[in-house]
């Protein structure tokens, strides 16, 4: 196969970039995946196809509806695109800086607007720091605590944040999606083998 140009891909990546990490649309995101396609998270385990793909976004991503992941920076070789992102929640606590922990992706570009594979990676030890500094935070904060869904800080990458004025909308509000916590929750794709 031909490697599409540049400037398709690049512009492929700005669109899933914007679709599901900025405007939450797990849903539309998904189906930016080819039907073959898998996405691989390093706790979590393997999905495959747009269907499990959604599944699995929109479970993790409902039970943690406080997490947004403002693009740190890109890199695009050939049909492959290496980014960075910060998992970030805005302090419950109003006036304090928010809390993150970073995480580093490659998606492989398949034409046509779709994408055939995503790896995600990230360290278990930090997200646990993350979740405990934001649960003894909205503690703190207790009624004065600030909205899980607010989104105040997009980070430096201009063209990856929200239109001004938008509200977060995540595609699994309001459905029937039932939230994944833990692993004894995760009742699709494949596990991977914990080390011993």
Known sequence: MTTPPRDEIESAFRHYFLTGPVYEDWAAWAELFTPDATYTDHFWGTFHGPAEIRRFLEGTMSFAPHVYSPLVWYVLDGTRIVYKVLNRADNPVAG??????????????????????????????????????YAAARVEAGEAATDPLSRADWGTVDWARPAAGHAA????????????????????GVRHPRPA
């Open 169 to 188: 909308a995540p595609s699994w509000q309001g459905s029937d999606v039932e939230p994944i916590g833990s692993m004894r929750a995760m009742t699709f």
């Open 96 to 133: 304090r800086p928010p809390l993150e922990f970073p995480s580093l992706q490659v998606i492989t570009y398949a034409g046509d607007g779709r994408w055939s594979s995503e790896d995600d990676w990230w360290t278990v030890d930090e997200m646990r720091r993350f979740n405990q500094a």
